[in-house]
C-alpha cells in the first residue's frame, strides 16, 4: 500500500522553510513545537532523504537541495489543495463571496484598485478583496504558491501555463518638457532626441520591456543608464528637462502629470499600447469569479 504525504506534513514544511526555526514555525502553525518536529520527521522517513541541515538550535535551519525541491512541490500541492476546497464553496453560488487575494503591478496599482474596490463594494458587498502590489515576477511566485487567487499583470509576459484573459488596452504615451518639446519637430523621431535622453524603469517592471517594444525604440544609445523605481520619478526627471520618457495612458487620466510643466505626444510606433490582464492558476475552481470579475475590470479600464 501507497504511503502519501499528507498536506499537514507539507503545511508544516513549507512553513518552516519561511521561518527557519522550529519555534516560529510551530507558532504560526498553532501546534506544539514537537507536534511540528514528529510531522516533518514523519515526512523525511516517507520520501527517504534529511530535508534540512542538522545544525546547532539558534542558527537558522538550511534546507538541503531535496528539501528545497520538496518546499518547491510542496507549495504547488497546497495551493491546489486550496482550489479543491474553495470548490464546495461554489457548489453552493457563492461566486461572489468570502476573500479574494489579489496580486497588481506598481505601474498598474495606484490607477486601477481604488476604482476596482469602490466598484466590487457597490457590486458585491460580501466579497472582500485583499490586495498585494509588487512585481511581475514575485506575483506570478505567490500565485503559484497559493498566496494570491488573481493577478492583474501588463501582457505579453511569460506566465509559465498559468490561464490568462484580456480584459483592455492601455496606450503609451511619450512626455517631454514644455521646453524641450519646442526644439523637437512632431511627429517624433528617435532620431531626433539626444543620445541617453529617454528614461525608463528599472528592469524588474515589465513597463519598460513593453514600452521599449510596443514604441519600437531599437536605439539603446538614446536610452539613458539610470533606472527610476517608479513613475513619479520618471516623471520628476524629465519634468526638470533632462529627457523624456513613456507613461501609460491610465497613469494621466488619474493625475500623475498635474502641475507638471509638461508636453504629452503619441511616441512612434502605431497605436503603442500594453494589454491589461488578469491570470489565474489553471486548477482553480474560482473561474467564474475571475470571469466577473474582468468585466469590472474592463468597464474600468
Same mark, same amino acid.
Given at each position: 500500500?501507497?504511503?502519501?504525504?499528507?498536506?499537514?506534513?507539507?503545511?508544516?514544511?513549507?512553513?518552516?522553510?519561511?521561518?527557519?526555526?522550529?519555534?516560529?514555525?510551530?507558532?504560526?502553525?498553532?501546534?506544539? $513545537?514537537?507536534?511540528?518536529?514528529?510531522?516533518?520527521?514523519?515526512?523525511?522517513?516517507?520520501?527517504?532523504?534529511?530535508?534540512?541541515?542538522?545544525?546547532?538550535?539558534?542558527?537558522?535551519?538550511?534546507?538541503?537541495?531535496? /528539501?528545497?525541491?520538496?518546499? $518547491?512541490? /510542496?507549495?504547488?500541492?497546497?495551493?491546489?489543495?486550496?482550489?479543491?476546497?474553495?470548490?464546495? #464553496?461554489?457548489?453552493?453560488?457563492?461566486?461572489?463571496? /468570502?476573500?479574494?487575494?489579489? /496580486?497588481?503591478?506598481?505601474?498598474?496599482?495606484?490607477?486601477?484598485?481604488?476604482?476596482?474596490?469602490?466598484?466590487?463594494?457597490?457590486?458585491?458587498?460580501?466579497?472582500?478583496?485583499?490586495?498585494?502590489?509588487?512585481?511581475?515576477?514575485?506575483?506570478?511566485?505567490?500565485?503559484?504558491?497559493?498566496?494570491?487567487?488573481?493577478?492583474?499583470?501588463?501582457?505579453?509576459?511569460?506566465?509559465?501555463?498559468?490561464?490568462?484573459?484580456?480584459?483592455?488596452?492601455?496606450?503609451?504615451?511619450?512626455?517631454?518638457? %514644455?521646453?524641450?518639446?519646442?526644439?523637437?519637430?512632431?511627429?517624433?523621431?528617435?532620431?531626433?532626441?539626444?543620445?541617453?535622453?529617454?528614461?525608463?524603469?528599472?528592469?524588474?517592471?515589465?513597463?519598460?520591456?513593453?514600452?521599449?517594444?510596443?514604441?519600437?525604440?531599437?536605439?539603446?544609445?538614446?536610452?539613458?543608464?539610470?533606472?527610476?523605481?517608479?513613475?513619479?520619478?520618471?516623471? $520628476?526627471?524629465?519634468?526638470?528637462?533632462?529627457?523624456?520618457?513613456?507613461?501609460? $495612458?491610465? #497613469?494621466?487620466?488619474?493625475?500623475?502629470?498635474?502641475?507638471?510643466?509638461?508636453?504629452?505626444?503619441?511616441?512612434?510606433?502605431?497605436? #503603442?499600447?500594453?494589454?491589461?490582464?488578469?491570470?489565474? %492558476?489553471?486548477?482553480?475552481?474560482?473561474?467564474?469569479?475571475?470571469?466577473?470579475? #474582468?468585466?469590472?475590470?474592463?468597464?474600468?479600464?
Amino acid at each position: 500500500m501507497n504511503k502519501w504525504p499528507s498536506l499537514k506534513q507539507l503545511h508544516y514544511l513549507v512553513t518552516l522553510h519561511e521561518t527557519r526555526h522550529f519555534s516560529d514555525a510551530a507558532e504560526r502553525c498553532f501546534v506544539s $513545537q514537537s507536534t511540528l518536529s514528529k510531522g516533518i520527521q514523519n515526512l523525511e522517513e516517507l520520501i527517504g532523504c534529511p530535508l534540512y541541515e542538522k545544525k546547532d538550535k539558534k542558527s537558522p535551519l538550511v534546507f538541503t537541495h531535496s /528539501g528545497e525541491m520538496v518546499v $518547491q512541490q /510542496g507549495r504547488e500541492l497546497l495551493a491546489k489543495g486550496q482550489d479543491l476546497v474553495e470548490l464546495g #464553496a461554489l457548489c453552493q453560488g457563492q461566486v461572489m463571496q /468570502g476573500q479574494l487575494k489579489i /496580486g497588481c503591478i506598481p505601474t498598474i496599482a495606484p490607477f486601477l484598485l481604488c476604482d476596482l474596490v469602490q466598484e466590487v463594494n457597490a457590486r458585491y458587498p460580501s466579497l472582500t478583496l485583499l490586495l498585494r502590489e509588487d512585481t511581475t515576477s514575485n506575483l506570478l511566485t505567490a500565485l503559484r504558491h497559493g498566496d494570491l487567487d488573481v493577478l492583474i499583470l501588463a501582457l505579453p509576459v511569460e506566465i509559465d501555463g498559468m490561464q490568462s484573459k484580456v480584459v483592455g488596452q492601455d496606450p503609451f504615451r511619450m512626455v517631454i518638457s %514644455r521646453n524641450q518639446a519646442d526644439g523637437i519637430p512632431v511627429p517624433i523621431k528617435y532620431d531626433d532626441l539626444p543620445n541617453e535622453s529617454v528614461f525608463l524603469l528599472e528592469k524588474e517592471h515589465c513597463l519598460t520591456e513593453h514600452a521599449v517594444s510596443a514604441c519600437k525604440l531599437t536605439d539603446k544609445e538614446k536610452i539613458n543608464p539610470f533606472s527610476a523605481t517608479s513613475l513619479h520619478t520618471l516623471v $520628476q526627471m524629465v519634468a526638470n528637462g533632462l529627457g523624456t520618457t513613456f507613461i501609460p $495612458q491610465m #497613469a494621466i487620466e488619474h493625475g500623475l502629470l498635474e502641475n507638471q510643466n509638461l508636453v504629452v505626444i503619441d511616441p512612434p510606433g502605431q497605436q #503603442a499600447h500594453r494589454d491589461i490582464g488578469l491570470v489565474w %492558476r489553471p486548477s482553480s475552481s474560482r473561474t467564474e469569479t475571475f470571469e466577473q470579475l #474582468a468585466e469590472v475590470v474592463s468597464e474600468l479600464l
